[in-house]
């Protein structure tokens, strides 16, 4: 079994227009949003082995927000250039990529490309807002089989879920 999930950063700010996209930090809803997200996510008993980030700077926000509520180190946390503006297939092949050692990741990153991927992943995910989560696990035993072999779960989780 290998575990996916395919994580939105959180909502990002946009008051500084001459600051490069990658460097846009995390905006006030975003810092509420992530760790309401984050404890959602332990309470249900995510433990991911690995976890990837854009290095984006709303990306990897998100991701050391989610990780703590988590438990897991910031160290933990890989950063990865292919993750950023980037096509969906780019995300793919970093997926397959992966080690088989590793049954659970979280990579957070972007749209649109997050949304194709899951999109392409499974047809009954069609947007990822700001902050969302797509839990899909695939009954396979590499990770090279992602997008060949379709999910035998998929969850989407939103933020403003009550």
């Not at 092949?93 to 990153?109: A, P, S």
Request: glycine share 4%.
């Amino acid at each position: 079994m290998k575990t996916l999930f395919l994580v939105r950063h959180a909502k990002s700010s946009w008051d500084e227009p001459a600051l490069a996209d990658k460097d846009r930090p995390l905006n006030d809803r975003g810092k509420r949003d992530a760790p309401k997200v984050g404890e959602r996510l332990a309470k249900a008993g995510a433990k991911p082995d690995l976890i990837l980030s854009s290095p984006a700077k709303r990306a990897l926000a998100t991701a050391q927000i989610i990780a703590r509520k988590l438990g897991c180190k910031r160290k933990n946390i890989v950063v990865d250039d292919r993750l950023y503006a980037v096509e969906a297939e780019v995300l793919l092949e970093v997926i397959r990529q992966l080690d088989d050692g590793v049954e659970c990741v979280m990579l957070f990153g972007h749209n649109p490309e997050l949304t194709e991927l899951a999109h392409h992943l499974s047809s009954k995910i069609s947007h990822l807002p700001t902050c969302a989560v797509a839990e899909l696990t695939f009954d396979v035993k590499s990770w090279k089989r992602i997008g060949a072999d379709k999910p035998s779960r998929v969850a989407v989780g939103y933020v403003r879920e009550s």
